[in-house]
Nanobody
């Protein structure tokens, strides 16, 4: 079994910053792409950013220049540094990781976290 657990959400004023973390654990063989999604009230879940195992990062246009995704492969952890936050960034943020296990090293599982709430409000 493998799992990912997010942390770091909370309430922040517009213009502020937050750093989200997502740690993977369990019988991990390797972790490939890791990403962050978000779902605002009444909206569909959207991809915010993702980073490959070699460190190549991509972002949705609405967060480019404000958010930075990074990963620490030694800690099986991905981060999302969010700066210049806006009210429209308010959402539940979910971590997703493509993980292969010791039992099935040639097959990636898409593992989702439980989500962490980010609220941007004055």
């Amino acid at each position: 079994q493998v799992q990912v657990v997010e942390s770091g959400g909370g309430l922040v004023q517009p213009g502020g910053s937050l750093r989200l973390s997502c740690a993977a654990s369990g019988m991990i063989f390797s972790i490939n792409t890791m990403g962050w999604y978000r779902q605002a009230p009444g909206k569909e879940r959207e991809l915010v950013a993702y980073i490959t195992s070699t460190g190549s990062a991509n972002y949705v246009d609405s967060v480019k220049g404000r958010f930075t995704i990074s990963r620490d492969n030694a800690k099986n952890t991905v981060y999302l540094q969010m700066n210049s936050l806006k009210p429209e960034d308010t959402a539940v943020y979910y971590c997703n990781a493509a993980i292969s296990t010791l039992e099935a090293p040639n097959r990636d599982l898409k593992v989702w976290g439980q989500g962490t709430l980010v609220t941007v409000s004055s």
